[in-house]
Nanobody, 126 residues
């Protein structure tokens, strides 16, 4: 498994921006698909964005498409989630995840990942 540590969460006003980072340990990072999920109180964990093993393909939830961008830096064993035009409904704990790249379907599912970070809180005030 890959060890993951998120950073960059915080409090921001609606319309603002935040950038989340996820640092990964392990020599096999470059072979893993990476994803971001989020979970608001009382809700299930939901897919936000994902990138395949080499970064050539990215996937987004409809709710964040055009506002969020996922990118990976294999040289630094890191993946980033840039968030713009934030809305109060984006408030949640955001989790980084890593898993074997088994195709686009599983990249949007929590079951497609076997390593998770501890989460970082993002709060968007209205």
């Amino acid at each position: 498994q890959v060890q993951l540590v998120e950073s960059g969460g915080g409090l921001v006003q609606a319309g603002g921006s935040l950038s989340l980072s996820c640092a990964a340990s392990g020599r096999t990072f470059s072979s893993y698909a990476m994803g971001w999920f989020r979970q608001a109180p009382g809700n299930e964990r939901e897919f936000v964005a994902a990138t395949n093993w080499n970064g050539d393909s990215t996937y987004y939830a409809d709710s964040v498409k055009g506002r969020f961008t996922i990118s990976r830096d294999s040289a630094k064993n890191a993946v980033r989630l840039q968030m713009h035009s934030l809305k109060p409904e984006d408030t949640a704990v955001y989790y980084c995840a890593a898993g074997r790249d088994t195709g686009s379907y599983w990249l949007t599912k929590t079951r497609g990942y076997d390593s998770w970070g501890q989460g970082t809180q993002v709060t968007v005030s209205s």
